[in-house]
């Protein structure tokens, strides 16, 4: 695990009433920081998933202009990197159930998950946003199935970091199951998981 450092001090400081303020001990206290691994650049990649909403908008856009047709965003859109999410850049999957599982370049001990959705302006996109995820994690050299995670509930605008359930082993696979959204029947709009951990 990669750690930075946070350094506080104070200085002896006289004010004039005369108050003296004693030199203090230099507080130096490591912070764990955490990376994503759930990104193609760290080498993982999407194996297996659910369908792609066969109505799925198919335009690619270039600076807000359509000028590509015929091109669907698969599952692998959620290993993108870390950048602004947009409604443009996200996987339709069909209907209100489904998931997705993807294999990390190497095994990591996984400390949080979480979800980010792009900005919700009407009714109409909120229907389609997931809330409640389930994530299991896997290592094909130690056990035969996947293992339970963590579940947590996503509301629009979340995002913050759910802890996962320590395991004793680093997880090579992880398998997120999407159980719900608001209430819409044809598809869940998912834009980008993380995985956070170290190796």
């Not at 920081?33 to 993982?44: C, L, M, P, S, T």
């Not at 209100?96 to 993807?102: D, H, L």
């Amino acid at each position: 695990m990669s750690n930075v450092c946070l350094v506080s001090s104070s200085r002896d400081l006289t004010s004039n009433n005369s108050l003296n303020y004693p030199l203090s001990e230099v507080l130096i206290q490591p912070i764990p920081v955490y990376r994503d691994f759930a990104v193609f650049n760290e080498g993982a990649r999407i194996f297996n998933s659910s369908g792609t909403w066969r109505d799925a908008p198919s335009i690619r856009y270039f600076y807000g202009v359509p000028i590509m047709y015929d091109v669907r965003y698969s599952a692998k859109t959620l290993l993108r990197k870390d950048r602004r999410t947009k409604k443009e850049i996200c996987w339709l999957m069909s209907g209100n159930r489904g998931f997705f599982e993807m294999d990390l370049n190497d095994p990591i001990d996984i400390s949080f998950v979480r979800y980010e959705h792009y900005e919700i302006n009407n009714a109409k996109d909120r229907v389609n946003t997931p809330t409640e995820f389930r994530v299991f994690g896997y290592n094909s050299t130690i056990v035969d199935n996947y293992i339970f995670l963590t579940e947590f509930t996503f509301s629009s605008g979340d995002k913050e970091a759910v802890p996962i359930i320590p395991v004793p082993y680093k997880i090579s696979r992880v398998k997120v199951e999407v159980s719900g959204n608001r209430d819409g029947t044809s598809f869940t709009s998912l834009c980008k998981f993380y995985v956070y951990g170290s190796l």
